[in-house]
């Protein structure tokens, strides 16, 4: 790095760096987390999954509210982007009952003070999107919030405008990921205000590590539909009987070698581009 780009800080995937005053550069890593612990294990060409369909997500979206993506750089992992304050919440959109929301409906019935009706099954489509927010936890798991206790966050005028952008993106996104064979039955999204106030969408955007993808073609309601996203490695680490807790276990190259294959499956069905091409020209998806 150059003496213009100051290291900031590490966090599971990504390392942040200032670039002057006003930009940022996230370089995207290749590692992976489980149950919030990083493993030991990298998987190859992870990063730049996350970084491409980002930036293809942030081109497609800003009609619908701002982004923070300036420029990515030629080795794909790295995205040069405005500096915002960022918002103290996760912004969870939930379009099937899955996860912590399907554990949450199992139990009282509702999801983030939503309630929803009886008899749902795992994986369900819910009859409408719900917002359902999140705490940022520094350490450990982040916690399901119901609309006073972000709004207490936030404040109430920008919850509202937070909880519409959110559900704005999450009903383009996932109309056109069906388009391509893929159901987007949940995401987390992160904002953040910019120097005048205004609302911008930052960190990542609709990929695995933020969502969870399913194809289109084997879905099925009453069960856990195969993902396109790290539940692979999560599978995995559970079969083993670990205790979710730091050090991880190493993946073998099978997991691995699975894990980066749907990875760029998932890419290459959303952009409809090969995996390839980008990394020969990763500024070609914001173009």
């Avoid at 205790?243 to 099978?254: I, N, S």
Wanted: glycine share 8%; aromatic share 10%; proline share 6%.
């Amino acid at each position: 790095m150059s003496e213009q780009e100051t290291h900031l800080g590490s966090g599971k995937v990504r390392e942040l760096y200032a670039l002057g005053d006003d930009r940022l550069l996230l370089v995207a890593s290749d590692r992976i987390s489980t149950f919030d612990v990083v493993l030991p294990t990298d998987i190859p060409d992870k990063g730049r999954v996350l970084t491409g369909l980002s930036a293809f997500w942030f081109a497609r979206t800003k009609h619908l509210v701002a982004n923070h993506l300036l420029a990515i750089r030629a080795d794909g992992r790295s995205s040069e982007c405005r500096k915002l304050t960022m918002l103290p919440i996760e912004c969870v959109v939930r379009g099937y009952l899955s996860g912590s929301g399907w554990k949450d409906y199992k139990t009282t019935g509702a999801v983030c003070g939503h309630v929803l009706p009886e008899g749902l099954v795992e994986s369900a489509q819910l009859p409408e999107p719900i917002f359902t927010p999140a705490t940022k936890a520094q350490t450990g798991h982040d916690e399901n919030i119901d609309r006073e206790a972000a709004a207490a966050l936030v404040g109430e005028e920008l919850f509202d405008k937070v909880e519409r952008v959110s559900l704005e993106l999450y009903r383009f996104a996932s109309e056109y990921a069906l388009t391509r064979g893929i159901i987007l039955a949940d995401t987390k999204l992160e904002f953040g205000l910019d120097e005048n106030g205004e609302l911008v969408l930052g960190d990542e955007a609709f990929t695995p590590d933020s969502s969870r993808f399913w194809p289109a073609d084997e879905y099925t309601p009453g069960s856990t539909p195969p993902s396109f996203d790290k539940q692979f490695v999560r599978d995995y680490c559970e079969s083993l009987g670990w205790g979710k807790t730091y050090p991880g276990p190493e993946l073998p190259a099978d997991v691995v070698a699975g894990t980066r294959a749907r990875y760029i499956d998932a890419f290459e069905q959303l952009t409809e581009s090969s995996f390839d091409d980008y990394i020969a020209n990763p500024g070609s998806l914001v173009a």
